[in-house]
């Protein structure tokens, strides 16, 4: 039975497999590695024609992963001894993991690998010297670490598909009119049984997957029909509406042109979006940015620089890209009030922003004293506790419907 239909480049799949059934054979190409979560799985190979038993496999073992990672044919046959529930790992998955670590981690695994394959022939497992204590506990601790993050990786996938992921709404404050300019739609999580998730506890690792892109679609999505209503109260003016773009998502080629239908079905005004990235995700490949950073606009959309001071922070390429924005980051917010080169930093960003013509942000806004700093230092626009939290759709509603003054 093939798997790669239904999983695609999904890990984290359960499967059943019957007393005696196989799951994989010898010879076959490989595409799926397993982590055993109950049953027994021996594992035999053809030797003068005869099989041989080389292994059986309990709770927590994984196998097939040869196959896998080396891209070649099955060197044994898998079966279920006992009934047996497996999560599968595709390759897609695996090679997408192997790439994106450490360069050097890869190339190790893979040469490991292609000796162990060499040696294999003289190597016969009742050879293998027993495990220590500690050995084993390792390995169990590691199986242990990839099985919750695999689980964790299907629960997103099933979230999403359950529509369980909804943006929440900080408004962006205009410091000199004192009144709402815009929102940031921050994702949440509303998990079945754990409540509210912040993003914290997902986003780290929806990004290292493309489960991001989903996410960050359906925030988008959701961001750009929340605009639409709170638009349409009364006496409530154009407002723009910030939403965070991860580098997985720049980096897809087909992110420009998801993000064009969306605007065109939900009818907002595209000039009212801004799409916020990390300043770090624009050095690694500054050509490649650059163009992506053209193709966003292009759709009319504004850019801004978000948590601006914490990464490269090379001045040189503020007027390399098309940025409308900076956020400067919380932490000179809140070190600006003890520290004077923090309040110079901000004084510095303030107009030079003003200079290329960029607004600017302060996020992180907790106190009185920091916003009326900010507005000696000419900040345009404010975010943070201060002001509000970041609310549901309803409760942003009721707080333009209150017609705020700060
Ligand atoms: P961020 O983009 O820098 O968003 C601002 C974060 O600061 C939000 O945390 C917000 O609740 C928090 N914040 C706002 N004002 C204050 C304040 O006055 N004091 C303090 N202590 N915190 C404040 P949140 O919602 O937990 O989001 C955390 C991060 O998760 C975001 O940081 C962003 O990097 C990421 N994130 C959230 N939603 C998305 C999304 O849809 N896509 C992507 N790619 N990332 C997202
Ligand atoms: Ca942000
Ligand atoms: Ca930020």
């Known amino acids: 039975m093939g798997l790669t239909g239904a999983t695609g480049t999904e890990a984290g799949l359960r499967r059943v497999f019957a007393p005696g059934e196989e799951i994989f054979r010898e010879g076959e190409a490989g595409d799926v590695a397993y982590i055993i979560e109950r049953g027994r799985v021996e594992i035999s190979n053809l030797v003068d024609g005869r099989r041989q038993v ?5 709770a ?3 196998f097939g992963e040869m196959a896998l990672i080396d891209q070649n044919e099955r060197t044994a046959t898998a079966r279920a001894l006992d009934e047996t529930e497996v999560v599968c790992i595709s390759d897609g998955y695996v090679h997408r993991r192997l790439t994106d670590s450490d360069p050097l981690i890869g190339l190790f695994l893979r040469v490991v690998l292609a000796r162990y394959r060499e040696m294999r022939g003289q190597l016969l497992l009742r050879e293998r010297p027993e495990p220590t204590a500690q050995e084993r506990g390792d ?19 099933l979230g999403l598909e359950n529509g369980e992921f909804e943006p929440f709404f900080q408004p962006i404050i205009d410091l000199r009119a004192g009144r709402i300019a815009g929102f940031e739609a921050l994702a949440r999580w509303h998990h079945p049984e754990r409540g509210l998730v912040p993003p914290g506890e997902f986003i780290g690792i929806a990004e290292q997957s493309d489960l991001i892109k989903g996410i960050g679609l359906r925030v988008f999505e959701r961001a750009c029909a929340a605009l639409r ?3 349409a109260i009364d006496g409530v003016g154009p407002l723009s509406m ?8 720049l980096d897809d080629p087909q992110l420009p042109q998801q993000l064009a239908a969306v605007i065109e079905r939900s009818e907002v005004a595209p000039e009212r979006l801004k799409l916020e990235i990390v300043e770090s995700l624009l050095m690694g490949n500054p050509e490649l940015a650059e163009a992506t950073l053209l193709r966003l606009k292009g759709l009319g959309a504004k850019v801004a620089i978000d ?16 940025i409308d924005t900076l956020k400067i980051d919380r932490s000179f917010v809140i070190s600006m009030q003890d520290d004077i080169r923090s309040m110079e930093i901000v004084r510095v960003l303030s107009d030079l922003s003003r200079g290329l013509q960029m607004s600017i942000i302060a996020e ?43």
């Open 242 to 249: 910030s939403v965070n773009l991860s580098g997985r998502q």
């Open 139 to 157: 390995l169990a601790e590691q199986r242990e670490a990839a099985l919750v993050r695999l689980r964790f990786e299907e629960e997103i996938r």
């Open 60 to 62: 927590g073992d994984l």
């Open 54 to 58: 080389l292994a059986v496999l309990l």
């Open 229 to 231: 209503r709170f638009e």
């Open 307 to 322: 948590d601006f001071g914490t990464g490269y922070s090379s001045l040189s390429y503020l007027h390399r890209f098309p």
């Open 364 to 406: 992180g806004v907790e106190t009185a004293e920091q916003r009326a700093t900010l507005y000696a230092l000419q900040c345009d626009f404010g975010q943070g506790f201060l002001f509000s939290r970041p609310l549901p759709e309803k409760e942003a509603v009721a707080l333009l419907q209150s017609r705020p003054h700060w």
